[in-house]
């Protein structure tokens, strides 16, 4: 079953706009991590904030965590073309399993 | 480093037909997973191997398929008999999991399979 409810499904923004999307979920977790998927290929891990973490940044990429609300927040800053993708969530409840959302559909217009 | 390797990246086949999958995750990782992929269920996990052993298969769908890991470089999905709903994308992944925690899984690009 899906734990990560990512938010929103889809998003359209200009290149060199922001983009923000939310991923909630039920339980309580070890860690949470994103991913991104490019049109016919495989998932890549972006960043992995821990539960005891606040808030992470990889280069364009700032990463939330409220474990209070069971929420996580991406923002991609500065949006490319290349930052076309298919964002997930995956949350680790300190077993074996990554429980991926549905994902949010990111489309960079040039 | 090379990353997860799978193959073929694309089959079509008849319903009836086996169907094996093959997979070879990143040297010295020692956990394994076998994912589907569809629009209408998404990412669904199949079956997770942990220094080669099934630990959980709790995810195949049904008896015709099937998962062996003969050695810590490679892996194969069977469907036998192939069914038109097995149509989707399967990803293996591999991590290397050290602790109770999950580090992060490295995907193949996947095998795209139909099923006529």
């Known amino acids: 079953s899906q734990q990560g409810e990512e938010d929103p499904q889809a998003l359209s923004i200009q290149e060199g706009e922001n983009a923000t999307m939310n991923c909630s979920y039920k339980t309580s977790i070890n860690n949470l991590q994103w991913y991104r998927q490019n049109s016919g290929r495989g998932l890549v891990h972006l960043i992995l904030i821990r539960s005891n973490e606040r808030e992470k940044h990889s280069g364009r990429l700032r990463v939330t965590l409220d474990t209070s609300k069971k929420s996580s927040s991406l923002l991609i800053t500065a949006s490319r073309a290349a930052d076309t993708a298919s964002y997930f969530c995956?949350?680790?409840?300190?077993?074996?399993?990554?429980?991926f959302g549905a994902g949010t559909t990111v489309t960079v217009r040039a | 480093d090379a990353g997860v390797i799978q193959s073929p990246r694309h089959e079509v086949t008849e319903m009836g037909q086996e169907v094996t999958l093959r997979c070879k995750p990143i040297s010295g990782h020692n956990s394994l997973f076998w994912y589907r992929q569809t629009m209408m269920r998404g990412l669904e996990l199949l079956i997770y191997f942990n220094n080669n052993v099934p630990i959980d298969d709790s995810g195949m769908p049904e008896d015709r398929f099937s998962a062996k890991m003969p050695n810590a470089s490679f892996s194969t999905l069977k469907i036998q008999p192939s069914e038109p709903r097995d149509s989707a994308v399967y990803f293996c992944a591999s991590s290397l999991r050290t602790g109770p925690s999950n580090q992060p899984q490295h995907f193949g690009d996947g095998t795209r399979l139909s099923i006529l």
């Open positions: 995956a949350t680790d409840r300190n077993d074996y399993k990554l429980s």
